[in-house]
């Protein structure tokens, strides 16, 4: 399962513009990081779907109702350059969720480092890795959904295109929607291989001028029109 090493990334989280980042995601809920894996970073990962090891579960999604296509939870230990993310993207985001859930008035707050908050996870039997790894075919489609899988929560997520959109498939746009007393909306997150986006789990703030309101999102993706596409999801709360 280690056959993708931690080579580095393409580009650390160090060079992003973090400002404009947590902008986005206040103002639509969902922000993108461009090139954050390189091509070969991609098809690496994309080339263990295949594998039967490495894996604590496979879910047909048509069997559940889910959309059509299908996604591998990864088990630990994770494959290390996906790890070596999950780390390195939790302590920027951590201070937004802190912020978000503040204003939401949702009374949990969330340390600065990833193990901490893993162990907070596990104690409260959330043992089971969520990261994973979606493929998708002509026809198939992802309802859309929000990934909540026990009382803890971390606001923020991320997935990581590894397909080019136009050559290896198309269709398959990245949909957020938006529910509030302001209407319901979507968003079509327009992404390159190697891109990823940045997503609100549940519930965003959005400031109003009567004050703070709550949007509840959900994400999915469009029918894909044609050929394959795989992504990688990186959820920070582990399962029940
Ligand atoms: O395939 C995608 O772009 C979305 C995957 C997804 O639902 C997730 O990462 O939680
Ligand atoms: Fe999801």
Same mark, same amino acid.
């Given at each position: 399962m280690n056959a993708v090493a931690s080579q580095g990334l393409a580009t650390t989280p160090e060079t992003y513009d973090w400002p404009g980042i947590e902008q986005s995601l206040d103002a639509q809920g #969902?922000?993108?990081?461009? =090139? $954050? $894996? @390189?091509?070969?970073q991609c098809d690496g990962l994309a080339a263990l779907y295949a594998r039967?090891?490495?894996?604590?579960?496979?879910?047909?999604m048509a069997r559940h109702g889910f959309g059509r296509g299908e996604y591998k939870y990864f088990a630990y230990p994770l494959p290390p350059l996906l790890d070596q993310l999950r780390h390195a993207l939790y302590p920027r985001l951590a201070p937004i969720a802190?912020?978000? #859930? &503040? *204003?939401l008035k949702i009374g949990a707050q969330y340390p +600065?480092?990833?193990d901490a908050y893993l162990r907070r996870c596990h104690e409260a039997g959330q043992t089971r890795p969520t990261p994973l790894i979606l493929q998708y075919g002509e026809g198939d489609y992802n309802?859309? +959904?929000q990934d909540l899988y026990g009382d803890h929560v971390f606001p923020l997520q991320v997935a990581i295109?590894? =397909?080019e959109p136009g050559r290896d498939f198309t269709g398959g746009e990245f949909i957020m929607t938006e529910l509030s007393n302001k209407g319901h909306r979507a968003d079509v997150v327009a992404l390159r291989k190697g891109d990823a986006v940045v997503f609100t789990? #549940? *519930?965003?703030p959005a400031m109003g001028r009567r004050g703070t309101r709550k949007v509840a999102m959900r994400h999915g993706v469009s029918r894909i &029109? =044609?050929? +394959?596409? +795989? @992504?990688v999801g990186l959820i920070f709360h582990d399962a029940k």
């Open positions: #969902n922000a993108v990081l461009p =090139s $954050l $894996l @390189t091509a070969g039967e090891d490495g894996y604590r579960a496979r879910i047909v802190n912020r978000w #859930n &503040r *204003q +600065h480092d990833l309802c859309l +959904h295109l590894l =397909s789990v #549940n *519930q965003r &029109r =044609s050929g +394959h596409r +795989h @992504t």
